[in-house]
């Protein structure tokens, strides 16, 4: 299993959701966006450095389903990231910035040197 995965259908993401055997990070992404240009490779080196982390990455703007998933996580501007542990919920409240030092410790921590 790629640890970054590009999902296309709910049915995908709720599979790869409870498949996933670590550390999860759901990130939105959106059509047209520049900044969501910029982050792909500092979540694409994160995931690469994170032996537990796999990565599910939505592009909302694909598809009415998706757009409907982006809503139901309160998504407001992408690139938005969403963080879970393995077996535990993932909820729209769990928004994270990939700079806030404690979220990337919090990921890095399981990290190979």
Known sequence: M????????RDEFEKALRAAPGQVLVEFVQDDCSY?????????RLAARCEQLTVLRINADA?????????????EAAPTLFYAESGHEMRPEKAVELEDVRAVSKLLKGAKK
């Open 63 to 75: 598809s009415e389903e998706l757009d409907q998933l982006a809503k139901e996580f309160h998504l």
């Open 2 to 9: 790629s640890k970054i995965q590009d999902i296309g259908t």
């Open 36 to 44: 969501c240009d910029d982050e792909r490779p500092k979540v694409e």
